[in-house]
């Protein structure tokens, strides 16, 4: 278990001394991790997706993003001091200065003990300092900070996806809200009172004195003699005793 898990981290050598090189090659692999090794620190950059620029224009920053770089995720970098053209300490700012690479575990190695040099390095971020030749002993070291810097990463990828979760959340109530706010309101519906109004206590009082009236009128006008039509007339007749 231990070493397969150790061989999912990938160191990448950085020396331009070949025997050098050849010897912590083979110290990382007897310790199981996966390893790339390069003779220089402006391969190492390469391999890592950054390029030097040319340093005769001051205006352009040092280092840039190579955009047809192959990504391969790189768990530390141990790399020399003394090497021609960049430094290990040239390569050690250059992470540092990369906001997609400054995570990533520096360690330096040099054949001369010098305690300003080792101070500056540490100060500038790098996790550790040996002095060649490395032993097996050394790299032990290694394993703590890699692991350290890998839970690191997951909490970090953990957060941002969370984050765009709740963001997702929001902008999804959000067009919730206003298709709520757009949508036309039913209307109440109007009182029985407000359609068909109710006749007030005098007009209802109107309309039975009207009614009484006409009924009065109809039932005198039933009632009254009309004697021309109904009692019959005598003409001419004599009566003789």
């Given at each position: 278990?231990?070493?397969?898990?150790?061989?999912?981290?990938?160191?990448?050598?950085?020396?331009?001394?070949?025997?050098?090189?050849?010897?912590?090659?083979?110290?990382?692999?007897?310790?199981?991790?996966?390893?790339?090794?390069?003779?220089?620190?402006?391969?190492?950059?390469?391999?890592?997706?950054?390029?030097?620029?040319?340093?005769?224009?001051?205006?352009?920053?040092?280092?840039?993003?190579?955009?047809?770089?192959?990504?391969?995720?790189?768990?530390?970098?141990?790399?020399?001091?003394?090497?021609?053209?960049?430094?290990?300490?040239d390569l050690l700012?250059?992470?540092?200065?990369?906001?997609?690479?400054?995570?990533?575990?520096?360690?330096?190695?040099?054949?001369?003990?010098?305690?300003?040099?080792?101070?500056?390095?540490?100060?500038?971020?790098?996790?550790?300092?040996?002095?060649?030749?490395?032993?097996?002993?050394?790299?032990?070291?290694?394993?703590?900070?890699?692991?350290?810097?890998?839970?690191?990463?997951?909490?970090?990828?953990?957060?941002?996806?969370?984050?765009?979760?709740?963001?997702?959340?929001?902008h999804a109530q959000?067009?919730?809200?206003?298709?709520?706010?757009?949508?036309?309101?039913?209307?109440?519906?109007?009182?029985?009172?407000?359609?068909?109004?109710?006749?007030?206590?005098?007009?209802?009082?109107?309309?039975?004195?009207?009614?009484n009236n006409n009924?009065?009128?109809?039932?005198?006008?039933?009632?009254?003699?009309?004697?021309?039509?109904?009692?019959?007339?005598?003409?001419?007749?004599?009566?003789?005793?």
């Amino acid at each position: 278990m231990g070493m397969a898990a150790e061989s999912q981290f990938h160191v990448l050598a950085v020396d331009d001394s070949i025997i050098d090189r050849k010897l912590i090659e083979r110290l990382l692999r007897t310790s199981s991790y996966q390893v790339t090794t390069v003779d220089s620190g402006s391969k190492a950059l390469e391999f890592l997706g950054l390029r030097e620029n040319d340093k005769t224009n001051p205006s352009t920053p040092s280092v840039s993003l190579n955009n047809n770089h192959q990504e391969v995720e790189v768990n530390l970098v141990i790399t020399d001091y003394c090497m021609p053209g960049m430094t290990g300490y040239d390569l050690l700012k250059k992470i540092k200065e990369s906001s997609s690479l400054r995570n990533i575990p520096v360690v330096i190695m040099s054949s001369e003990n010098v305690p300003s040099r080792i101070s500056r390095c540490l100060e500038e971020g790098a996790e550790e300092f040996f002095l060649k030749p490395v032993r097996l002993s050394d790299l032990n070291k290694l394993k703590p900070h890699m692991k350290k810097t890998k839970l690191k990463d997951q909490k970090q990828g953990t957060a941002e996806k969370i984050e765009n979760s709740e963001v997702r959340q929001q902008h999804a109530q959000q067009i919730l809200q206003n298709d709520q706010q757009q949508a036309p309101k039913p209307q109440d519906p109007q009182p029985e009172s407000e359609s068909h109004p109710q006749p007030t206590i005098e007009q209802q009082q109107l309309s039975l004195q009207q009614a009484n009236n006409n009924k009065r009128k109809t039932m005198e006008q039933g009632l009254s003699p009309e004697t021309d039509r109904t009692r019959p007339r005598y003409s001419g007749i004599a009566t003789v005793v």
